[in-house]
Antibody, heavy 125, light 112 residues
Framework: QVQLQQWGAGLLKPSETLSLTCAVYGGSFRGYLWSWFRQPPGKGLEWIGEITHSGDTNYNPSLESRATISIGTSKSQFSLRMTSVTAADTAVYYC???????????????????WGQGFLVTVSS | DIVMTQSPLSLPVTPGEPASISCRSSQSLQHSNGNTYMDWYLQKPGQSPQLLIHEGSSRAFGVPDRFSGSGSGTDFTLKISRVEAEDVGVYYCMQALQTPYTFGQGTKLEIK
């Protein structure tokens, strides 16, 4: 059974860079879209972006200028970097596996399953 | 971006009774390939979202058959035939027709 495990820096100051990593255990890295989402405290879900196993990326236009998703040195890991954070970036960040269907390897994904456990990032001076 | 609108936002339910959540999208979620790209997720208290229904009406692996999804075009419904205590949480609809993927505001189901 595939599991996603996340880690990173949990407390940042404004203007710093957010950095999170998600490791995939128990399943193939190929053939899926690997995504990042976030959820501000008490609010709903927002998609940040996604990456294929070969490194092709796609971002939410609202965050594209600040977000970078990359494949880790271990081919079963992927990472999120977000520059110039502010208090508005305080959220629980989730990684998730996107299932690809007949629309092809570059997506969009049809659905997301499973999700990582979530990681709270707080931005505060 | 496709806007997803859920109702109700709060849903108190007596155990054993049915429940229904509606989701409306700002444009049709039916692709030219015939598939409907609409998913439902449940976020239990303190947990990550978990997939319930994908492509409008297909239950995810391990999801009890008391959960069902229906609808087409822009109007969709998630039904729970008999609510159990473990069903509490926030239910989200999500469109996967195009990026950016977008979610409804969430419907909080609670037990009366």
């Amino acid at each position: 059974q595939v599991q996603l495990q996340q880690w990173g820096a949990g407390l940042l100051k404004p203007s710093e860079t957010l950095s999170l990593t998600c490791a995939v255990y128990g399943g193939s890295f190929r053939g899926y879209l690997w995504s990042w989402f976030r959820q501000p405290p008490g609010k709903g879900l927002e998609w940040i972006g996604e990456i294929t196993h070969s490194g092709d990326t796609n971002y939410n236009p609202s965050l594209e200028s600040r977000a970078t998703i990359s494949i880790g040195t271990s081919k079963s890991q992927f990472s999120l970097r977000m520059t110039s954070v502010t208090a508005a970036d305080t959220a629980v960040y989730y990684c998730a596996r996107g299932w690809i269907g007949v629309r092809g390897d570059f997506g969009p994904a049809n659905w997301f399953d499973p999700w990582g456990q979530g990681f709270l990032v707080t931005v505060s001076s | 971006d496709i806007v997803m609108t859920q109702s109700p936002l709060s849903l108190p339910v007596t155990p054993g009774e049915p429940a229904s959540i509606s989701c409306r999208s700002s444009q049709s979620l039916q692709h030219s390939n015939g598939n409907t790209y609409m998913d439902w997720y449940l976020q239990k208290p303190g947990q990550s979202p978990q997939l319930l229904i994908h492509e409008g009406s297909s239950r995810a692996f391990g999801v009890p058959d008391r959960f069902s999804g229906s609808g087409s075009g822009t109007d969709f419904t998630l039904k729970i035939s008999r609510v159990e205590a473990e069903d509490v949480g926030v239910y989200y609809c999500m469109q996967a027709l195009q990026t950016p993927y977008t979610f409804g505001q969430g419907t909080k189901l609670e037990i009366k």
